[in-house]
């Protein structure tokens, strides 16, 4: 029973790179969504997906793109990364934004950006 | 905007002792609020889950109430323990699954 997972773990990235973080859940979950998270603070929302196919913005959408092209994957893009995008991603899943149910997180990817 | 406040930011307890911890929403239209234990390093883990029609939730030595009017929630904590030392954080949901974090209570429980 895997829950959520993240991968990377940890990611080191020059200003200008791009990459994706990865999210993948085997619950089944139609919710799914992407926090930040920097050192003392909340997470803040960047992008969710109440279903396949389906995406919105959160509250620092900005310098991120989401796809959702089946149940299981919501993967995180940084199209040119910044070193304001240091931070720690964390993924999160439910079974759906509307039945109450509580989110289950995975363990974080942490990513530098020099 | 919805705003979550956490207060204390940071709480130092001797083993044993109960505590309370403070979440406060601005804005009442909320589906549900969540309580949350974060680990250093690690992934955040649902304590409990109030719904909007709920008053309160119970789980172990954890007891959570919501005044959804009043936009205030309280995380009791019994016979606090060291393991309990970790970072709590509350969270507030509308129903179309848009979640507003607070920055949290870090709480040490000294043996």
């Known amino acids: 029973n895997a829950g959520v997972t993240q991968t990377p773990k940890f990611q080191v990235l020059k200003t200008g790179q791009s990459m994706t973080l990865q999210c993948a859940q085997d619950?089944?979950?139609?919710?799914m969504s992407w926090y930040r998270q920097d050192p003392g603070m909340g997470l803040r929302l960047i992008h969710y997906s109440v279903g396949a196919g389906i995406t919105d913005q959160g509250e620092v959408p900005n310098g991120y793109n989401v796809s959702r092209s089946t149940t299981e994957d919501f993967p995180l893009r940084l199209l040119s990364a910044a070193p304001s995008q240091t931070s720690v991603y964390f993924c999160?899943?439910?079974?759906?934004?509307?039945?109450?149910?509580?989110?289950?997180f995975g363990d974080g990817t942490r990513l530098s950006i020099l | 905007k919805q705003e979550v406040t956490q207060i204390p930011a940071a709480l130092s307890v001797p083993e044993g002792e109960n505590l309370v911890l403070n979440c406060s929403f601005t804005d009442s239209a909320i589906y549900n609020l969540q309580w949350f234990r974060q680990d250093p390093g690690k992934g955040l883990t649902s304590l409990l889950l109030?719904?909007?029609?709920?008053r309160e939730q119970t789980s172990g030595r954890l007891n959570a109430s919501l005044d959804k009017s009043s936009g205030r929630s309280t995380l009791y904590i019994a016979a606090s323990q060291p393991g309990d030392s970790a970072t709590y954080l509350c969270a507030v949901s509308t129903n179309a699954g848009k979640s507003t974090f607070g920055d949290g209570t870090t709480l040490t429980v000294k043996p």
């Open positions: 999160a899943s439910s079974y759906s934004a509307g039945y109450n149910q509580p989110q289950h």
């Open positions: 619950m089944n979950h139609e919710y």
């Open positions: 109030i719904q909007s029609s709920q």
